[in-house]
């Protein structure tokens, strides 16, 4: 399995990022693909996830600013972040499948500048 994440960078406050993950090595369209993210010293978290049917979850900080959605003719989901704020600076992850046997990316960067 292999996720790989990408679209991370340095923005400004109140700017917007998508972040991609492009999946391969698994069937994607059954699995539930998520986004969490680490900010330094702090644990891995939850931000976003999308059900195989497309049903959407967020964390309480990012609703009405991040949108969660997935292609599956291209093995893909994506992480739409407008209107960002330093406290979501953190390296972003892209994840498969559900909470007992997830699959992790490597990661990508997203700093944003006050």
């Known amino acids: 399995v292999q996720l790989q994440a990408s679209g991370g960078g340095l923005v400004q406050a109140g700017g917007s990022l998508r972040l991609s993950c492009v999946a391969s090595?698994?069937?994607?369209?059954?699995?539930?693909m998520g986004w969490y993210r680490q900010a330094p010293g702090k644990q891995r978290d939850l931000v976003a996830r999308?059900?195989?049917?497309?049903?959407?979850d967020y964390v309480d900080s990012v609703k009405g600013r991040f949108t969660i959605s997935r292609d599956n003719g291209e093995n893909t989901v994506y992480l739409q972040m407008n209107n960002l704020k330093p406290e979501d600076t953190a390296v972003y992850y892209c994840?498969?499948?559900?909470?007992?046997?997830?699959?992790w990316g490597q990661g990508t960067q997203v700093t944003v500048s006050s």
């Open positions: 994840t498969a499948g559900p909470p007992y046997a997830m699959k």
């Open positions: 090595g698994i069937i994607f369209n059954i699995n539930t």
């Open positions: 999308i059900t195989s049917v497309g049903m959407t």
